[in-house]
């Protein structure tokens, strides 16, 4: 059985920081990409990061380069989106992913397999 699980999101400040992680299991986890994808109320969803298999290649969408930072341990079948400089737009329910892909390919198309239940994260004074 595929899963993905997304770690607690929250509330956030502006201009703070959040890390999520996404535990993977029931596929081999090494031969995918990963990505991070967000929805905000009346918007479609959108690929923010997207992680190849071997973690050498990211893709970032332009609204979060400079602060969100993806990274995976294949060891731990784990991936984690480490958001800094965290601004009231960001406020999403964030969801981990997993595609047989690249990763542009992966987040802008967008390709996915599998999908993960959703974390919320909010960011407001």
């Known amino acids: 059985q595929v899963q993905l699980v997304e770690s607690e999101g929250g509330l956030v400040q502006p201009g703070g920081s959040l890390r999520l992680s996404c535990a993977a299991s029931?596929?081999?986890?090494?031969?995918?990409?990963i990505g991070w994808f967000r929805q905000a109320p009346g918007k479609e969803r959108e690929g923010v990061s997207c992680?190849?298999?071997?973690?050498?290649?990211?893709y970032y969408a332009d609204s979060v380069k400079g602060r969100f930072t993806a990274s995976r341990d294949n060891a731990k079948n784990t991936v984690y989106l480490q958001m800094n400089s965290l601004k009231p737009e960001d406020t999403a329910v964030y969801y981990c992913?997993?595609?047989?892909?690249?990763?542009?390919?992966?987040?802008?198309?967008?390709?996915?397999?599998?999908w993960g239940q959703g974390t919320q994260v909010t960011v407001s004074s």
């Open positions: 029931g596929f081999n986890f090494n031969y995918y990409t």
């Open positions: 992680i190849s298999s071997s973690g050498g290649s990211t």
């Open positions: 992913a997993a595609a047989l892909s690249t990763s542009r390919a992966m987040c802008v198309t967008p390709r996915v397999d599998y």
